[in-house]
């Protein structure tokens, strides 16, 4: 099947275009330390990261939600997580490169993340990245987060683009379904936050890549 130039390439945040782990890590571990448990290793705590801070509270302290220590938990780290958004944060290796590579064949970019704008834009501001990005769309940004397509197609709108032009990277299964749904070519970032339990070859995305470089073949008209 022919395959359309790209448009535009749109970006998952936590995972996929910056490595936030390191971060996010931190936070969970003072308030671990805080309830008198001792730090949990950044190879244990990366895989969760990409499913925000309900997951890692569940990780950290094996509480369901429904506990009624949990939202006090999660509010703490958020508030940790805050103050200190960009302290070890980093975009993956080569992404600096991509990005460039993008903005120099004026094919826009942006982000769309289920993070919380509060947290998405100044941290993207600390990278700088706020004022590069041709949008930002949060998970607060529209009325349903993804797995639903509404955030995609949002910045579609943003863009003034075709989503069937449009390429969307992520390193989780909800990023893929997100991207089916808005009817744009997707790829799964196994650079990212996958665990031993994801299986990105049963997401039917459109690539799996190990680099940000190979997305630049899906640029191309084909």
């Not at 969970?28 to 805080?34: K, P, Q, Y």
């Not at 700088?128 to 349903?144: E, F, K, M, Q």
């Not at 955030?151 to 579609?156: E, I, N």
Request: include cysteine.
């Amino acid at each position: 099947m022919r395959r359309e130039a790209c448009a535009a390439v749109l970006f998952d945040l936590d995972g996929t275009l910056a490595d936030t782990a390191p971060d996010l890590a931190h936070a969970l571990n003072r308030v671990r330390r805080e309830e008198g448990l001792p730090p949990l290793p950044l190879q244990h705590i990366r895989p969760a990261v990409s499913h925000g801070a309900t997951a890692l509270i569940r990780l950290g302290f094996g509480l369901s939600p429904e506990a009624a220590a949990f939202e006090p938990l999660r509010q703490r780290l958020l508030a940790i997580y805050a103050g200190q958004l960009a302290r070890h944060t980093r975009l993956f290796p080569g992404m600096a490169d991509l990005l460039e590579t993008l903005e120099a064949r004026a094919i826009p970019w942006g982000v769309v993340t289920n993070k919380p704008a509060r947290f998405t834009e100044p941290l993207l501001a600390a990278l700088g990245l706020a004022h590069r990005a041709a949008c930002i769309v949060s998970g607060d940004s529209t009325d349903r987060r993804k797995p639903h397509p509404d955030p995609l197609l949002h910045a579609c709108r943003l863009l003034d683009r075709n989503s069937r032009q449009c390429l969307y990277v992520g390193d989780a299964q909800r990023d893929i379904e997100a991207g089916r749904r808005a009817g744009m070519k997707t790829l799964v970032a196994l650079f990212g936050y996958l665990d031993g339990e994801d299986d990105p070859g049963a997401w039917q995305a459109d690539g799996l890549i190990r680099h940000p470089a190979e997305i630049l073949p899906w640029l191309e008209e084909t």
